[in-house]
């Protein structure tokens, strides 16, 4: 990720925690903020990191430090929030170095290094028809730097809501789920409506070719998926295999050995997701065939077996 690019990313990640530069802590923020660093230690030992997250960034808040910063990313990072705790890493890295400690600032660059390979992205699309002037795009409600478009931006998992706007245009919305780890999500941001214009009417297909078109073209996508899961995990078994040729025995790895054990896991938890999700397309579109209307063009599932070879089909009047 270019520098720009990765300073815009941080900034929008990190946004709530930024204190203006001008207002330098009181006392009493500095006595209630290590109240709060203290009570956020307590409660992330006893393993309530919700509520330790909530302390670190109050004690961020009063008194900005890199110490916190710290504390706070590996919060985030127990809760899941990979994205939040790499930016958070980040900027511990960049609050250390201000502060002349290199080793606290190694310390959180290593930190968000380990995480790098498991972030979770959304990538927002924004084509040439679709620019206009003024045009701004907000995720989550937070403005999102020109920077980022078209640029694969490391989220959270969870549901994410986009917004476009531009003057005298029809705002337009859409919520995305971004699953964990590795997961990617794509939107493509459509030119939007000039205020006053009609909405184009939305195609409706006939009711009686909805259920097994689309139980033929939900099963198909759960059938590739499938696939593809298996081929994943393959993937990974191999990875696996070559960490244990590069050092691994015992619980102990040679550092090429644990990366490569590292990439066989993240791909293992792919490969599982992968074909979960895939069985449970196949599940649902072969529920919409099999309760299809009567009267549907007649379509059947075929397999043919020979030698070398497996095909796997539909037959019918389409």
């Known amino acids: 990720m270019p520098a720009l690019r990765r300073a815009a990313t941080i900034a929008l990640l990190v946004s709530a925690l ?13 006595a209630a903020a290590d109240a709060a660093f203290a009570e956020g230690k307590r409660l992330a030992k006893d393993g309530d990191y919700e509520k330790a997250c909530a302390a670190f960034e109050k004690s961020q808040t009063l008194a900005p430090g890199s110490g916190t910063l710290l504390n706070l990313g590996n919060c985030y990072e127990r ?83 986009v917004r476009v706007e531009a003057p005298g245009h029809r705002p337009f919305e859409r919520r995305l789920t971004v699953g964990n780890t ?16 009609a909405p184009p009417p939305a195609p409706v297909a006939p009711a009686s070719d909805v259920p ?17 899961g298996l081929g994943i995990g393959i993937e990974a ?15 102990l790895c040679t550092p090429e050995g644990l990366d ?10 792919v490969s599982t997701a992968v074909t979960t999700a895939g069985l449970v397309h196949v599940a649902a579109g072969l529920v919409l065939w099999l309760t299809a209307p009567e009267g549907e063009p007649p379509v059947e599932p075929v397999a043919e077996v020979g030698a070398g070879r497996f095909t796997l089909g539909m037959r019918g009047a389409f």
């Open 18 to 30: 930024a204190r203006p530069a001008a207002a330098d802590p009181t006392p009493e923020d500095v």
């Open 212 to 228: 097994w078109i689309t139980g033929l073209a939900i099963g198909g996508v759960g059938i590739a998926a499938v696939g593809a």
């Open 237 to 251: 078994i191999i990875l696996n295999g070559r960490s244990n040729d590069a050092g691994c025995r015992d619980g």
């Open 260 to 269: 490569l054990r590292n990439r066989a896991l993240t791909l293992s938890h």
């Open 182 to 197: 590795a997961s990617r999500v794509e939107i493509i941001i459509p030119p939007l409506a000039r205020e006053g214009d």
């Open 79 to 161: 809760l899941g929030r990979l994205a939040t705790a790499w930016a958070t890493f980040r900027a511990a890295a960049a609050s250390a170095r201000d502060h002349q400690s290199p080793a606290r600032a190694r310390e959180a660059l290593a930190r968000a290094a380990a995480l790098e390979s498991r972030l979770s992205r959304l990538l927002v699309v924004v084509p040439d028809d679709a620019r206009r002037p003024g045009l701004s795009i907000a995720h989550d409600g937070v403005p999102l730097d020109e920077a980022l478009w078209n640029d694969p931006l490391p989220v959270d998992p969870g549901e994410h809501l």
